[in-house]
Nanobody, 115 residues
Framework: QVQLVESGGGLVQAGGSLRLSCAASGYTSSIRDMGWYRQAPGSQREFVARISRPGATTYTDSVKDRFTISRDNAKGTVALQMNSLKSESTAVYYC?????????WGQGTQVTVSS
């Protein structure tokens, strides 16, 4: 089993920055893709960013050039640096990790961007 714990959410003004972190505990070997989804009130959960074990990244179009995903394989962590935040970035952000064909999710961390 893999347990994920997120941190770094909070309240920020539009144009500001936040850094989300997610740490895995348990069996962290063989983790493949790691990434982030988000869910705004009244909306479905949507993909934000993904990073493969070798470091290849994918972003949803709305966050390209503003968000940066990174990972530390030795520590089993993934981070999301969010710059130039907009009010539409307000959501609960969930990290995930894929290991041996299973997907594990964090509990979510709230990000609120005030305009």
């Amino acid at each position: 089993q893999v347990q994920l714990v997120e941190s770094g959410g909070g309240l920020v003004q539009a144009g500001g920055s936040l850094r989300l972190s997610c740490a895995a505990s348990g069996y962290t070997s063989s983790i493949r893709d790691m990434g982030w989804y988000r869910q705004a009130p009244g909306s479905q959960r949507e993909f934000v960013a993904r990073i493969s074990r070798p470091g290849a990244t994918t972003y949803t179009d709305s966050v390209k050039d503003r968000f940066t995903i990174s990972r530390d394989n030795a520590k089993g962590t993934v981070a999301l640096q969010m710059n130039s935040l907009k009010s539409e970035s307000t959501a609960v952000y969930y990290c995930y990790m894929d290991r041996n064909g299973r997907t594990f999710w964090g509990q979510g961390t709230q990000v609120t961007v005030s305009s």
